[in-house]
């Protein structure tokens, strides 16, 4: 077995997966940043986050670059899907009520943790939640899925979940989107047509995905199983109960929610100036 991090003398765990459609992305994707500082400096242990957005698709900073932008933009408002650039890596994604997101966020203050240990150690969670069904799991890219990686995870060559990750002074927020309930062929088409609104038949210096809704879907599809958003994080809090020496829970403290403001801000802003100078 491949080594992972998830061997922690303590986890502090944070569910942020009952705040409803309200809850912006952008404070999530604050709340990591925040948290990266934190664990970095010794602030705080290594934290698992559980968080649940409602109808949001997750650009990347390559999708800024997409020549008709604001056609697509403009569709997806029109569809009411909110729209934010994320920090971490990759392209374009679709989070909504049937996707659990979670966050390891890891210090890196002594010994520097290498990319693809960062990936094998969310793997490695993902198959302790689902250990019935672990030898189905594939990791490797798909390449017509949205937002393709070498560490897509994926069930008889359907995706249903993808890592990225972030580095902030000493510490490291491994993320993972995983589709748990619902269509994912429905979530592709809806990227599909955004990259086709997006992009039309212009040449582009990046390279974007031929989104094809054959490619992707959810555990509870391609496990055939009615399977809940309550059971999957009842799995995620078991399999870091299972790595953790203890556990707690804690909200961001208050030494913590100055840095947040100012990351929330400061993410407001870059967002606005990457994306309204398109949209205007």
Same mark, same amino acid.
């Given at each position: 077995m491949k080594p992972t991090l998830l061997k922690q003398p303590v986890w502090r765990i944070i569910d942020h997966t009952n705040r409803g459609p309200g809850f912006d992305a952008l404070e999530?994707? %604050?709340v990591d940043d925040t948290l990266c500082t934190s664990v970095g400096k010794g602030g705080s242990p290594a934290v698992a986050r559980a968080w649940v957005h409602? #109808? *949001?698709?997750?650009?990347? +900073?390559q999708d800024t670059k997409l020549p008709h932008l604001e056609d697509g933009i403009e569709w !997806?408002?029109?569809?009411?899907?909110?729209?934010?650039?994320? *920090?971490?890596?990759?392209? %374009?994604?679709? !989070?909504?009520?049937?996707?659990?997101? !979670?966050?390891? +966020?890891?210090?890196e203050a002594e010994h520097r943790i290498d990319i693809n240990l960062g990936y094998e150690? $969310?793997?490695? !969670?993902?198959?302790? $939640?689902?250990?019935e069904n672990s030898d189905l799991i594939d990791v490797k890219e798909i390449g017509d899925s949205y937002c393709p990686?070498?560490?897509?995870?994926?069930?008889?060559?359907?995706?249903?979940?993808g890592i990225s990750q972030r580095r902030i002074r000493n510490g490291v927020a491994v993320q993972i989107y995983l589709c748990v309930?619902?269509?994912? %062929?429905? #979530?592709?088409?809806? +990227?599909?047509?955004?990259?086709?609104i997006s992009k039309k038949e212009k040449e582009t210096r990046y390279t974007y995905p031929s989104v094809n809704p054959e490619v992707m879907g959810s555990l %509870? /599809?391609?496990?055939n199983q009615p399977l809940t958003m309550e059971n999957a994080y009842l799995r995620f809090l078991q399999a870091i109960k299972?790595?953790? /020496? #203890?556990?707690?829970?804690?909200?961001?403290?208050?030494?913590?929610?100055?840095?947040?403001?100012?990351?929330?801000?400061?993410l407001q802003e870059r967002n606005e100036k990457l994306l309204n100078s398109k949209i205007d």
């Open positions: 999530s994707f %604050a409602h #109808r *949001t698709v997750v650009l990347g +900073i !997806l408002k029109q569809n009411n899907y909110h729209y934010l650039v994320r *920090t971490s890596g990759g392209l %374009a994604v679709l !989070l909504d009520e049937g996707v659990l997101n !979670l966050s390891l +966020i890891l210090p150690t $969310m793997v490695h !969670l993902i198959k302790e $939640m689902y250990p990686g070498s560490y897509d995870l994926s069930i008889s060559g359907k995706k249903f979940a309930t619902g269509s994912g %062929a429905e #979530r592709a088409a809806i +990227i599909r047509e955004f990259y086709k %509870a /599809e391609l496990l299972n790595n953790g /020496e #203890r556990i707690f829970t804690e909200p961001l403290t208050a030494e913590e929610w100055p840095s947040y403001e100012a990351n929330l801000k400061r």
